[in-house]
Nanobody, 128 residues
Framework: QVQLLESGGGLVQAGGSLTLSCVIS????????MGWFRQAPGQGREFVAT????????LYADAVKGRFTISREDARNTVNLQMNSLRPEDTAIYYC?????????????????????WGRGTQVTVSS
């Protein structure tokens, strides 16, 4: 069984930075395209970013483009999300997700329904 564990969340002032990490166990990271999603209170899960198995292709939501960077370290079974220039509207629980992919170069889906494995989330709070 695949398990994912997020870490790195916390409280930060607007304009600050945080780095989230997600460690996968039970299956090698290299067979998955990976995604980050977030969910604010009363809202559905929102797409944030995804990275292909190859690491060559990345896709970002318009709301975070230019501020967030997704990366992967296959040898450590870890995917990261570097978040810069944080805004209060970035406040949410952030979730790591894995999508089993046979396409080495394709990034993951924008839709959370396409991901089969999820972490429990890590809280990010940005104060103004």
């Amino acid at each position: 069984q695949v398990q994912l564990l997020e870490s790195g969340g916390g409280l930060v002032q607007a304009g600050g930075s945080l780095t989230l990490s997600c460690v996968i166990s039970g299956r090698s990271l290299r067979v998955h395209a990976m995604g980050w999603f977030r969910q604010a209170p009363g809202q559905g899960r929102e797409f944030v970013a995804t990275i292909s198995r190859s690491g060559e292709n990345r896709l970002y939501a318009d709301a975070v483009k230019g501020r967030f960077t997704i990366s992967r370290e296959d040898a450590r079974n870890t995917v990261n999300l570097q978040m810069n220039s944080l805004r209060p509207e970035d406040t949410a629980i952030y979730y790591c997700a894995a999508e089993l992919s046979t396409n080495y170069h394709a990034y993951g889906s924008r839709s959370p329904e396409e991901y089969g494995s999820w972490g429990r989330g890590t809280q990010v709070t940005v104060s103004s």
